[in-house]
């Protein structure tokens, strides 16, 4: 069988890997390599072994497919060349600049019937997927986002560049429409918000906070799930999963006796702890991440079969981003059912 032929258009720090991984997988060829800078393009050609090409257009009828990885902004400018020749894509996060364009882009996809894959990679995190089973009804979502200014993403802000990872994964979570959004945000280095906090209700009653900066010493990616006799927490860096779920009723008469007998306050409750709660840490099998993403990618062209993140599904977190940059600019409460 043919090999897929695929290329990437931007061969910056995330480009670069994308262009790694298509090399080592066996079921495509990596044709070229597009980039404005002639340089980085050619040293990412040597070292895959493909062609190296200053303007992506010329890698349009080589390809069947190509991953777009240029800013935020030129991305539905290159997204839409490829798919309008009836090529697919996997767009990296965020898919588009704004919402129009999204939907734009996903009108694209159907008129022309080509796969449209969205880059949000924490979907296929070792832990994430691994977590997913533990997942039934969620009743309170805490994420964490935290990391040090990397000069990389200046055109957009946090919500764009690092919170809409935690959104994509909270609404793959949460089956129930979002009823009631607040949020607020601070611009400290760059032109866009640098730090910001979202709050999300959903018509279930579950509530996500959503944490987001990238003017942090410290980095810190973390999300924890509240649901019915079961707490899940959740560590995207170190990919490390702990499920606690409740075992047995609090009783005050136990807790006396176990303050009776153990050495100090601190050991009784731990103790008490113990009974109430089993902690189990659930053991992870680490695979690259972006490894798994471009295999999907890859697969889905290959099956016919809608991508694990869709372009219908990266429009719905982009609908929610929008209305959390609406509430942070307004400085006012957004009802997307209204």
Known sequence: MAKLKVGVVGVGHLGKVHARVYSELDTVQLVAVADI????????ADKYGCEALSDYRDMIDKVDGASVVVPTDLHFQVASDFIRAGKHVIVEKPMTLTLKEAEDLVALTRQNNVIM??????RFNPAVVAVREHIQVPRFIECDRISAFSFRSMDVGVVLDMMIHDIDIVLAFVDSPVEEIDAM????????????????????????????SRVSRKTMRKIRIFQEDTYVSLNYGTHKVQVFKKTGQFDPKVLLEFKQNAPSVKDAQEMMFAKLLTIREIDIVFEEPLKKELESFVQSIESGTEPVVSGELGLKTMQIVTHILDAIRTHKRIYPGE
Not at 37 to 42: I, L, N, V
């Open 185 to 212: 945000a601070v611009s400290v280095v760059g032109r866009h918000e640098d730090m910001a906090n979202a709050r999300i209700r959903f018509k279930n009653g579950c509530i996500a906070n959503l944490r987001a």
């Open 37 to 44: 800078d002639q340089e980085e393009a050619q040293a990412a």
């Open 117 to 122: 894959q969205v880059g949000h990679v924490e």
